[in-house]
């Protein structure tokens, strides 16, 4: 597959290999030189794969009925009472 680069040094990707690769729109590209000259360009993976990735990897370590999202619901709530309540003197 060939492509040119244009004046604004954009290149357009081949729609084979969009859709061998299943790439969307906002996909980012990094772009590195390898051994002998070679352009070597890998997609990354988007913030929400890698959150989804990455979510429920501490579980194992969390007491088994822990809830760790109320408790920080709970925290947030107390901090805000604790802000809103008037002070006595």
């Known amino acids: 597959m060939i492509t040119t680069i244009t004046g604004k040094n954009q290149v357009t990707i081949?729609?084979?290999?969009?859709n061998q690769l299943d790439l969307q729109p906002g996909t980012r590209l990094d772009w590195t030189l390898g051994d002998n000259g070679?352009?070597?360009v890998r997609p990354l993976l988007s913030r929400g794969e890698l959150a989804r990735q990455v979510a429920g990897m501490g579980r194992p370590w969390l007491p088994k009925d822990a809830d760790p999202i109320a408790d920080l619901i709970d925290e947030?709530?107390?901090?805000?009472?604790?802000?809103?309540?008037?002070?006595?003197?």
């Open 76 to 89: 947030r709530l107390r901090d805000e009472n604790a802000h809103c309540e008037p002070s006595t003197l």
């Open 38 to 40: 070679v352009l070597i």
């Open 14 to 18: 081949p729609a084979k290999l969009i």
